[in-house]
């Protein structure tokens, strides 16, 4: 198949740590053979050849959090057919969203020297709040196989076939014991989307969320749980408020508990 008819595929990087471009690279054996069937027009963790626009399918890695990045998203998502959110970064903000949380210029006059040189926006935000975004693949970083699978249902016109249960799932299919009815560690396991394998639970630690929050994530329940194992006041919250702290079901379930504590304490009137 000669390179005019295959269809094209870009990879961007926004504000980000590079991890899940090199899961794409991570690939080996099978990027080659998605080389076969793709024309990797862009892709600058891989390649410095580049060939212009308009591209089938778009992936982006990383979160908004510039003037130029607000811009940038809004250029690529003309130019392609579709687009693909790529890891924890481009569906919720990524650790980087942490700084949504507090004054993002009070926060640059306390590291930077020169904080007047920089252009930022107040918040890290995801691709889907600044344009249509097709298909997200959650993960920090992205399981390169997920990554595979949604490239080939996009350019094969069905709908791909993705993990639709928790990370608990996952654990019970390694044989892993919960940590936390074990150990009494706390894990966000019930409310998050599967497809890392469920790594920190078979290495002895809770999870982080790093998926994002399930679809039908109850967490609700999962706090009142996990809140009765808490070490130190707040600490269901603050592990909400992490890697995926900015996606909605999280965000508004640390709220409710930072919420809650600071009630809790309040001197009586």
Request: glycine content about 8%.
């Amino acid at each position: 198949m000669s390179d005019s008819i295959k269809p094209s595929v870009a990879v961007y990087k926004f504000s980000s740590c590079d991890g899940c471009q090199l899961s794409l690279l991570n690939l080996e054996d099978d990027l080659l053979d998605l080389a076969g069937a793709v024309d990797i027009a862009y892709f600058l963790e891989a390649t410095r050849a580049v060939k212009p626009g308009p591209y089938e399918v778009a992936m982006v890695e990383g979160s908004v959090t510039t003037p130029h990045e607000a811009e940038r998203i809004r250029q690529i998502r003309s130019e392609a057919r579709f687009l693909i959110a790529l890891g924890t970064c481009a569906t919720a903000g990524g650790i980087q969203a942490l700084r949504n949380f507090g004054n993002a210029d009070e926060l640059a006059r306390m590291v930077y020297p020169h904080p007047e040189y920089l252009e930022y926006l107040d918040k890290s935000t995801a691709i889907a709040e600044h344009v249509k975004v097709d298909l997200e693949i959650w993960g920090c970083p992205v399981n390169k196989h997920l990554v595979l699978e949604c490239t080939a249902a996009l350019l094969q016109k069905r709908k791909p076939n993705l993990p639709q249960y928790t990370l608990c799932m996952e654990c019970k299919l390694r044989g892993t014991t919960c940590v936390t009815v074990a150990q009494g560690m706390p894990c966000l396991g019930p409310a998050v989307q599967a497809g890392c394998g469920a790594i920190c639970p078979a290495n002895g630690r809770g999870c982080y969320g790093c998926f994002g929050p399930v679809a039908y994530a109850n967490t609700e329940s999962l706090t009142t749980t996990l809140r009765a194992l808490d070490r130190y006041a707040g600490e269901t919250a603050l592990l909400l408020r992490n890697i995926s702290g900015y996606a909605p079901a999280f965000r508004k379930a640390a709220e409710t508990l930072f919420s809650a504590e600071v009630t809790s304490h309040k001197d009586p009137q």
